[in-house]
């Protein structure tokens, strides 16, 4: 195992095995890359929301039971919790076309429930949507960030609502909730399951959960492969359509809705995104930039997929 002197987490770097958080322990698993990080590169920048993808990742594998997607062996807890503390939150910028994508899915599962009033969001940022639920009718929203300067940078209308931690259970009543959110969190927990067992524990019987995350089976993932932004360090676990269903499953929800996910755009950003030869990408870019039709926003498939689902 890499060690090294102290650099504020801890004296040493630890790291643990991980099991498949569906299957548990004991099941074989496939090797898919070897990881490719040095000690050097575990840093609170790494783990800050939304950088540049950097190609730096753990040891993959799959489970040979179930398919699920896991990095093994990971950080030990205590260690990734201090990143995440010290991680920062760098994407005001795309913040309101973030608002307009997650604000899409939860129009949906409020179609699917009466009773919406009081919403859970999980690793909420800067709380950037607990203001766009407030919009959509919620009257009580709370969110839970384990980054410090995330929630500094909070409105004053959410940020005493927000409180500094990781999802646990007992960090909220029973019940107390109508609805319980995570965006693009969920591939980074240590023990989805334990966050799962706590987000069934907040949500009141017929409680819904939105979840949206990376689908480690999109056509950009298989076209990449290792060098796909989504084999990064940050993600503990990657998922499928089939493995998010089952991991719901077995945590005690009934899966209502699940699909691909159209985020917003700007034509800008797209085109910067979009594999062309940098002469040419440097014209259009320049093009773009002078024109009002770079600012435009469209809803784009990249990757991402969703699933709703019901406390049973
Ligand atoms: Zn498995």
Redesign the pocket.
Known sequence: MPTREKNGAADTLTFQATE?A??GPG?PAQELYPANFDVDDITPARFSARRLPDRVHYRMVK?A??G?VRSDPVLDEATLAYLYKESTFDYEAETANLKATYGRYLAKLRSLSRRQESLLEIGCGDGFFLEQALAQGYTTVRGVEPSEAAIRDASPVVRDQIVCDVMRPGLFRDGEFDAVCLFQVFDHVPHPEAVLEACRAALRPGGLTLCLNHNVESVSAHLMKERSPIIDIEHTYLYSPATMRRIFEAGGFKVLKQGHVRNTYSVGYITHLVPLPARVKGMALGTLQRSRVGKISVPVPLGNLYLIAGRL
């Open positions: 498949c569906i299957c099941i489970c039971r179930c699920l």
